[in-house]
């Protein structure tokens, strides 16, 4: 049993972040790293990526988007509650090497992500630019965090409530056009959001690398439940990722796949909701 010791509501209670006692996988965790948990006896395993970890108090902290039945159920959990398996570390962690100057790209829940990795790549030595964006001011995340670690910070809103309105890619496009010493972008957020970055990095030749994100049921490899096409090759997320070359990446082909049980997950949260 994995006890929750710290648990903090984000983004007008639809982000949830807990702190949770798991002194094994803090000591071994690296950044771009995740875990597959299940709640409780009858429930599904999902993935959650770490987004810190305190190798000293011995805790993991995971921050996600309610958007279903596991998610609620877990985000229904208080400080003092336990969650019964966590399995991890998983995945590679991300190439976090000196570089020289990096792109950091983050939207929605995709910022808990590039936290943890933005963190790497500025102890690596990098120069760090941030862009974080949301739909909302009050759906931003980890935006003090982010700007403590980062050199420069960028923030955007679809409806102009906290810094640039518009998308990432728009201060992401004048950084590119400005600068020409960016030597890698990174990018974590919805798919729309990391097939339009890479779409815009390409026309710079700027190198990027995505954190995917499909179906993952066991995590180790041996389900073919996360196969995303990458360079025309099958690759599995959970073991030769999550983190892959934007400009492989068959970015169609992982929106249908991750669609694919839209009607189940459903007809689950339903079920939950009146049970
Ligand atoms: C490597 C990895 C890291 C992730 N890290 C985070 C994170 O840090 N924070 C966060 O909020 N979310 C993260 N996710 C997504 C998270 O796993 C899903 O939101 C969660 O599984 C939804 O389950 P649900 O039952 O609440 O929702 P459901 O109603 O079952 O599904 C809602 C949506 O979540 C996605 N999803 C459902 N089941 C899975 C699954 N087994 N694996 C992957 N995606 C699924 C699908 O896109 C689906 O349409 C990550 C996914 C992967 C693959
Ligand atoms: S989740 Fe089963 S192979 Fe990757």
Request: net charge neutral; aromatic share 6%.
């Amino acid at each position: 049993m994995f006890q929750i010791v710290r648990k903090q509501s984000m983004a007008k209670g639809t982000i949830i972040r807990q702190d949770v006692i798991a002194p094994r996988i803090a000591k071994k965790i690296q950044a771009g790293q995740f875990i597959v948990l299940r709640v409780n006896e009858t429930g599904e395993r999902i993935p959650l990526t770490v987004a810190h970890a305190d190798p000293l108090a011995g805790t993991i902290t995971i921050i996600f988007q309610v958007v279903g039945k596991t998610t609620a159920l877990l985000g229904s959990l208080n400080e003092g509650d336990s969650i019964l398996d966590i399995a991890g570390p998983l995945g590679k962690p991300a190439e976090a090497k000196k570089f020289g100057t990096v792109v950091m790209v983050g939207g929605g829940t995709g910022v808990a992500i590039l936290y943890h990795v933005t963190t790497a790549m500025k102890a690596a030595g990098n120069y760090v630019i941030g862009i974080i964006g949301s739909r909302e001011k009050d759906m931003l995340i980890l935006e003090d965090e982010m700007r403590e670690v980062c050199d420069e910070l960028y923030i955007t809103t679809d409806d102009g409530t906290a810094g640039h309105k518009g998308f990432v890619t728009d201060p992401l496009k004048t950084l590119l056009e400005d600068r020409k010493d960016i030597k890698l972008a990174y990018a974590i957020g919805p798919i729309i959001m990391m097939k339009n970055v890479t779409k815009m990095t390409k026309e710079y030749n700027t190198p990027t690398m995505v954190s995917l994100n499909p179906i993952m049921i066991d995590g180790t490899g041996m389900c073919g439940g996360c196969r995303v096409s990458v360079g025309g090759k099958t690759k599995f997320a959970c073991v030769d990722g999550p983190d892959f070359d934007g400009h492989l990446v068959d970015f169609e082909q992982l929106e249908n796949r991750n669609r694919l049980y839209e009607e189940d997950e459903k007809v689950c949260m339903l079920h939950s909701i009146h049970k």
